[in-house]
């Protein structure tokens, strides 16, 4: 099967559908959790939520859009397919790599994407640019996975629907106690035995707050990659951060403090 097949539209579908919009990304870092006890709260405070990848199980009934970029297969250790095997929303707009979609239920709204680079080149407020599409995605890291994670890919699409404001949470970048994600897993430190060795990320220490913790290379280098575009390609946007974690350019917002104020 190949892309052209899939008889899905693609997320070029929701091109300047928010216009001057507040929008909210929910990523799966440490913070998310922090996040959760004000999910009741967040559609005051935003125009539009997306959630990334495994974020979507826990604020499902407040997000607009769900973004998994990573590809699928019957044997990978992306399983998002497999726990939307349950109940939830059909009127989400799921946006999925193409490759591999073909295993989610076909009762959700899905949407096919792809991931490109557009050369360095992008139009972060289009899809489709200079003959190449998809959501963007970073240049290879030293070990050759592009660099951005779904973070970087969703900031795009927040950017495509119309948003001036884009807020991010779960885009730690490390990882902050003794689990990969805030849902408590540690898929990345405790590497299943049959993972390929060139699928396995290689395990660092970083510096955050005066602490030391671990995180991939892969995130690292995310962070720097992420923290170069925003004041660049994203200039015109403004760009804010409840995360607390690697990411330094975007604006820094204390989650507890931002809940507390009435929406300006």
């Known amino acids: 099967m190949t892309y052209a097949d899939l008889n899905l539209k693609t997320p070029a579908t929701f091109e300047n559908t928010s216009p001057g919009s507040r929008i909210l990304i929910v990523a799966s870092g440490h913070s998310t959790g922090g996040f959760l006890q004000y999910k009741e709260k967040a559609r005051k405070h935003f125009d539009v939520i997306i959630a990334c990848n495994y974020a979507f199980e826990f ?3 407040i997000i607009d859009f769900h973004i998994v970029t990573e590809k699928t297969s019957r044997d990978s250790r992306n399983t998002v ?25 076909k009762k959700y709204n899905l949407f096919k ?7 360095m080149m992008p139009n972060i407020y289009k899809y489709n640019h200079n003959g190449q599409e998809g959501l963007l995605i970073g240049p290879a890291g030293k ?3 592009a660099l951005g994670s779904v ?3 969703a900031l795009h699409f927040a950017v495509m629907l119309g948003a001036v404001e884009v807020y991010m949470v779960g885009a730690d970048m490390c990882f902050k106690d003794q689990y990969d994600h805030f849902y408590k897993d540690r898929i990345y430190r405790d590497r299943p035995e049959d993972l390929k060795k060139s699928n396995a990320h290689n395990i660092i220490n970083v510096e955050l707050n005066g602490q030391k913790h671990e995180t991939t290379e892969y995130f690292k280098e995310s962070a720097e990659h992420i923290d170069k575009l925003v004041p660049t390609l994203f200039k015109d946007i403004k760009v ?5 974690g690697l990411l330094t350019t975007p ?14």
């Open 59 to 61: 604020v499902d009934d």
């Open 240 to 244: 804010f951060d409840f995360s607390n």
């Open 151 to 153: 973070s970087l890919s």
């Open 143 to 145: 070990q050759g996975f």
């Open 251 to 264: 604006i820094k917002l204390n989650i507890e403090d931002f809940f507390k104020e009435p929406r300006c």
């Open 81 to 105: 397919h497999k726990i939307l095997a349950g109940d939830f929303r059909t009127d989400v707009p799921r946006i999925v790599n193409w490759k591999g979609i073909e295993l989610y239920p």
């Open 113 to 119: 994407t792809t991931r490109a680079n557009f050369d």
